[in-house]
């Protein structure tokens, strides 16, 4: 089956850490741009991450990120990552892993949230 | 760009037409391709969005032909022709034309039974 698998959410204090993880199956991630899409609680959807489906060396970060948090992949465990660094309590989110096709996501996970609590 | 979708609710009685109008805050039509980078998503409660639609009319393998996308350069629609219970839900539109950011999503329309 085709599907994404997030995990590695909980509860932190604001200006800790988490990492992230999205276990693909039923496709080769690598062949695949890849992102992360977040939605705080009630809200709507905002980008947060893409890398690209080379060698993953191009990646991008909306604004409110950037130099905060990392998305990376690992080809032999077919899983993407997002490590996440000085938690705010606006970072407070289910945070979707999602594939890239027709440009646009057509494969989304359930979701991990990610509470940040101060 | 911004994404700005109206309305914000709507309620329509089943068997009814739906719209979803999106306006973008420039165009996202490529020119060297002839494509408006936009897309459409489902997302019901508890649950992660679904695409409905890319390339601003190209309906998602698996999605009913009740659902049906159309619009140019910065304005764009949504529309469900005969609504369903099972179509109850919020829609966004989304732009993958600009970037950075890569994509960029309206605020939401909710759709819901009369």
């Known amino acids: 089956e085709v599907q994404l698998v997030e995990s590695g959410g909980g509860v932190v204090h604001s200006g800790g850490s988490l990492r992230l993880s999205c276990v693909a199956s039923?496709?080769?991630?690598?062949?695949?741009?890849m992102y992360w899409v977040r939605q705080a609680p009630g809200k709507g959807l905002v980008w947060v991450s893409r890398?690209?489906?080379?060698?993953?060396?191009?990646?991008t970060y909306a604004d409110s990120v950037k130099g905060r948090f990392t998305i990376s992949r690992d080809n032999a465990k077919n899983t993407l990552y997002l490590q996440m660094n000085t938690l705010r309590d606006d970072d407070t989110a289910v945070y979707y892993c999602?594939?890239?096709?027709?440009?646009?996501?057509?494969?989304w996970g359930q979701g991990t949230l990610v509470t940040v609590s101060s | 760009i911004v994404m700005t979708q109206s309305p914000d609710s709507l309620a329509v009685s089943l068997g009814e037409r739906a719209t979803i109008n999106c306006k973008s805050s420039?165009?996202?039509?490529?020119?060297?391709?002839?494509?408006?980078?936009i897309a459409w998503y489902q997302q019901k409660p508890g649950q992660p969005p679904k695409l409905l639609i890319y390339?601003?009319?190209s309906r998602e393998s698996g999605v009913p032909d009740r659902f049906s996308g159309s619009g140019s350069g910065t304005d764009f629609t949504l529309t469900i022709s005969s609504l369903q219970a099972e179509d109850v839900a919020t829609y966004y539109c989304?732009?993958?034309?600009?970037?950075?950011?890569?994509?960029?999503f309206g605020q939401g329309t909710k759709v819901e039974i009369k």
């Open positions: 999602v594939r890239g096709g027709h440009a646009s996501g057509d494969l």
């Open positions: 039923g496709f080769t991630l690598r062949s695949n741009w």
């Open positions: 890398i690209k489906n080379d060698d993953g060396s191009e990646t």
């Open positions: 420039q165009s996202v039509l490529y020119t060297s391709n002839n494509k408006n980078y």
């Open positions: 390339w601003t009319s």
């Open positions: 989304q732009q993958y034309y600009n970037s950075p950011p890569e994509w960029t």
